[in-house]
């Protein structure tokens, strides 16, 4: 691996997540970081951390210490030492819509025209980021705000020559994120979604890297509350223990959390956080409900609440509460980073298509053929360690 430089080109550079996670590899070229929350911190067959380069898209021209000072994620201490080479860092104009994300707003974005037009500006951006960096190849990862969803189902996204047709046409299903996934695959970078938009899932792009060549990865990364579900459940059903109910609640105040203020976007999110709980128990949980509301003083320091009814032996209740006091972008961040490492040994390897081994890291993972996903979350570790552990 010495030697490689990777390109990191994201959707949405400025925001919490993304900001961290520069913030995080630029202390660990200073020797100052600690490996903390990067579960793959020990694999030296990856390509290195401080290989990656960064850059990618915003609504917002602030450079990226000046995000991230804003985001007040990052302990200023640590953003003094590395705050140089963020300075250095700008996004290009993003393709955006704001018929999709109502609570999203910016001047720095690629006027609104034809579907066509945008995504040959975004295969413009790319060649260029890999050009003028010299890089050996380029990932694109998808941290922007949440998207409403169009019909998961609608014939465009259905079949590859139909998407073409919908571009061609400027189908309104086809969403700015389905643009950046599109782009990317045609450039030949893997992408990643961790976002619960819509991306490189959909039949259509799955098509579309098959034939090209190219991994992909997704959706919605698994970092809080979910995280715990993925944990906990597996036990529940293991010991036979009924869940009769599971109360989940967010509380945050983040630019994430005021994009779920909007209904259209919330909905996609509570889809892919709402999926785990009855696939790994093996029955309906009906009383499941998740909320997530914007609180604006909590920032990034989100509270995840559960509250979990149980029936157990002889018919006798029980329950069990958690209250997550997390760093929404601090989970978040390291798990980005880890993919990034990832998707490009999967392209080193030569694999194409939806990785269903990175699945440990998503929601909502992509299976190659559309059947229902691991949950588990020590069944997706296994299924990654395994697949790391081949023969490259």
């Known amino acids: 691996m010495t030697g490689r ?22 202390l660990l070229r200073l020797g100052t970081g600690d490996m903390s929350g990067l579960p793959l911190a020990g694999r030296t067959d990856l390509v290195p951390y401080e290989a990656l380069v960064f ?8 450079d990226l210490a000046k995000a991230a000072q804003v985001h007040r994620v990052v302990e200023p201490a640590h953003l003094e030492a590395v705050a140089e080479p963020m300075q250095e860092i700008r996004p290009w104009p993003a393709v955006a819509d704001p ?39 380029v990932v694109v990862v998808n941290l922007a705000s949440t998207e409403a969803r169009p019909d998961p189902g609608a014939p465009v996204l259905a079949e590859l020559d139909a998407f073409e047709a919908g571009l061609d046409h400027d189908d309104a299903a086809i969403t ?24 490189a899932e959909v039949p259509a792009l799955l098509q579309l890297a098959r034939r090209q060549g190219v991994p992909v990865a997704g959706k919605d990364g698994k970092t809080g509350q979910t995280l715990v579900k993925t944990v906990l459940a ?16 967010n509380i945050l105040g983040n630019r994430d959390g005021q994009i779920l203020d909007d209904p259209s976007s919330l909905a996609s999110k509570l889809d892919t956080k709402g999926s785990v709980l009855n696939q790994i128990l093996g029955y309906d949980v009906d009383d499941h409900v998740v909320r997530i509301d914007y609180y604006r003083p909590r920032g990034d320091a989100k509270e995840a609440w559960d509250n979990i009814d149980l029936i157990g032996f002889l018919g006798q209740r029980m329950q ?34 939806a990785q269903e081994q990175l699945g440990y890291f998503f929601k909502a993972p992509t299976t190659s053929d559309g059947r229902p996903p691991e949950h588990a979350l020590h069944a997706q570790e296994r299924m990654l360690l395994s697949w790391l552990d081949q023969p490259a």
């Not at 430089?5 to 630029?26: D, I, M, S, Y």
């Not at 990317?184 to 992408?191: K, L, N, R, W």
Request: charged letters at 20%; a neutral charge.
């Open 5 to 26: 430089r990777v390109g990191v080109a994201v959707v949405g550079l400025g925001g919490a997540v993304a900001t961290t996670a520069v913030a995080g590899v630029e």
């Open 55 to 62: 850059g990618g898209w915003d609504l917002a021209v602030d």
């Open 99 to 137: 018929a999709y994300c109502r609570n999203a707003s910016g001047a720095n974005v690629v006027p609104v025209g034809p579907l066509r037009g945008r995504v040959e500006h975004l295969r413009a951006d790319l060649r260029r980021f890999q050009q003028t960096q010299g890089l050996d190849r």
């Open 176 to 199: 700015p994120g389905l643009l950046y996934a599109y782009a990317a695959i045609q450039e030949g970078c893997p992408f990643v979604n961790f976002t619960p938009s819509l991306g």
């Open 234 to 249: 597996p036990a529940f059903r293991s010991r036979a223990l009924t869940v009769e109910g599971w109360y989940s609640t």
């Open 320 to 353: 069990m509460k958690i209250d997550f006091l997390c760093r929404d972008s601090i989970l978040a961040a390291p798990l980005v980073l880890e993919l990034v490492r990832l998707i490009d040994e999967a392209a080193r390897r030569g694999e194409a298509g």
